[in-house]
T-cell receptor, first 115, second 112 residues
Framework: NAGVMQNPRHLVRRRGQEARLRCSPMKGHSHVYWYRQLPEEGLKFMVY????????ESGMPKERFSAEFPKEGPSILRIQQVVRGDSAAYFC?????????????FGPGTRLTVT | KQEVTQIPAALSVPEGENLVLNCSFTDSAIYNLQWFRQDPGKGLTSLLL?????REQTSGRLNASLDKSSGRSTLYIAASQPGDSATYLCAVRADRDDKIIFGKGTRLHILP
């Protein structure tokens, strides 16, 4: 059973471009979480999604950031018009269905660099 | 609002020593507490998860304790090795909530 997969592992974007980060949860997991780790900072929760639903987006910046988890395919975190402050490691985690009950398993992260 | 603090921020110890990493949290109404390891430029490896009803968990040379009432947890590493060098993150999950709240971590360096 493969773990949580994220791609790309490293992404370089120029200011103003769009960044798309993908997360494939573990098999059987229908809950996906995104976290961001800024340089020298701890990981911060961004958004929690179930298939076709955003459950909690309280940690998402109000502008330029969006997330989706379609019925088929990976979860996507999209950052429009990236700025240097978006440079960070973005981690995805997944869990089994059952709100708040099951352990979250983390992927290897995508390291975004904005030049 | 839950806050997680880890002290010290960085620690260097000679190989072979036993050591303790500290974690404190402000809201004792947690569902569980988890210790992770993060190597430079890498993802997270879960080390130990303690449910709120438990007081400790052990895995090999690692032992984690939890005192909910005082809002504290410790990670004890016995007979440290250079391979233990990494950043150790403490994280709590609120009462059946879905967010994990992380501390900033302790950067551990084991001197050969």
């Amino acid at each position: 059973n493969a773990g949580v997969m994220q791609n790309p592992r490293h992404l370089v974007r120029r200011r103003g471009q769009e960044a798309r980060l993908r997360c494939s949860p573990m098999k059987g997991h229908s809950h996906v979480y995104w976290y961001r780790q800024l340089p020298e900072e701890g990981l911060k929760f961004m958004v929690y999604l179930q298939k076709e639903n955003i459950i909690d987006e309280s940690g998402m910046p109000k502008e330029r950031f969006s997330a989706e988890f379609p019925k088929e395919g990976p979860s996507i975190l999209r950052i429009q018009q990236v700025v240097r402050g978006d440079s960070a490691a973005y981690f995805c985690a997944s869990s089994l269905p059952g709100q708040g009950i099951y352990e979250q398993y983390f992927g290897p992260g995508t390291r975004l660099t904005v030049t | 609002k839950q806050e997680v603090t880890q002290i010290p921020a960085a620690l260097s110890v000679p190989e072979g020593e036993n050591l303790v990493l500290n974690c404190s949290f402000t809201d004792s109404a947690i569902y569980n507490l988890q210790w992770f390891r993060q190597d430079p430029g890498k993802g997270l490896t879960s080390l130990l998860l303690i449910q709120s009803s438990q007081r400790e968990q052990t895995s090999g040379r690692l032992n984690a304790s939890l005192d909910k009432s005082s809002g504290r947890s410790t990670l004890y590493i016995a007979a440290s090795q250079p391979g233990d060098s990494a950043t150790y993150l403490c994280a709590v999950r609120a009462d059946r909530d879905d967010k994990i709240i992380f501390g900033k971590g302790t950067r551990l360096h084991i001197l050969p």
